[in-house]
């Protein structure tokens, strides 16, 4: 399929760069994705077929993030949380990970997208394993966007893991608890390999964080709306990085 909204990476010259937000642009862009159950049911529908409907806009996101120029965007997908939801709703969303790469990973490889993951890999069913690993593996030397889902992710559990990882080395006599700082903790994170996010987009009207990368968020700026996630558009991401970009220019002081 041709799509010249979808690449700018490919691109070999500067001039055909497509950032039509200039460059003061958010380097990592985190979503809650909220409000997908909310949507299927005001139209009279099961949650699933909101969670479905989710998932094309995560495709949506992703080719708007790249086209502007995001470095990396971390989306919530499931959190720890969520096994808490009827089984079979569980059993429907673990299942979209193989759906959605099904039908997106070669377009993700042309377009040079890295995919990651972010959470526990433990309790996830071997189907959602294996199609994660098959995607983090063929993408792994991609420059381009960095698609990180956070899938069965916790962030109060991962700090007391970093802590547990840091207290055993430190008992062993391998670390000196002097040499604790931010930057030790930040490192025993799942999110090691990624910058803090800038800027923290939450859909569907909720003004909370609900455990989502509570130390990795401190200076991030947040950006709330009252669209569910299924209704989500480019518009609308456009929208909060210009907010976004507002906020930048005023801190700058300028
Ligand atoms: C449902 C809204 C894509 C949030 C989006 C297992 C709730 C749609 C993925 C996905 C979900 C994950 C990993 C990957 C590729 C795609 C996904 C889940 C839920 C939870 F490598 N959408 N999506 N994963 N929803």
Redesign the pocket.
Known sequence: MIDRLWSRRGKTSPQEADLPLGDNVPQHVAII?DG?GRWAQNRGLPRIAG??S??K??KRVTKAADRIGVKYLT????STE?WKRPKPEVDF?????QE??AL?LDELIENNVQ?R?MGYRENLPSY?ID??EE??HKTKNNTGLV?N?A??YGSRAEMADAVRSIAKEAADGRLNPDDIDEQLFSSRLLSSELPDPDLLIRTSGELRLSNFMLWQLAYSELWFTDVY??AFTEELFQEAIMEYQRRARRFGGV
Do not use: D, K, S
């Open positions: 994705m997908n969670h479905h989710g998932m806009a995560v989306l919530y997908a499931f969520n969303l673990m299942r979209l990970p959605f790469l997106e995919v993951m959602t199609a994660l995607a983090i698609l889902f899938l069965n996630w299924p």
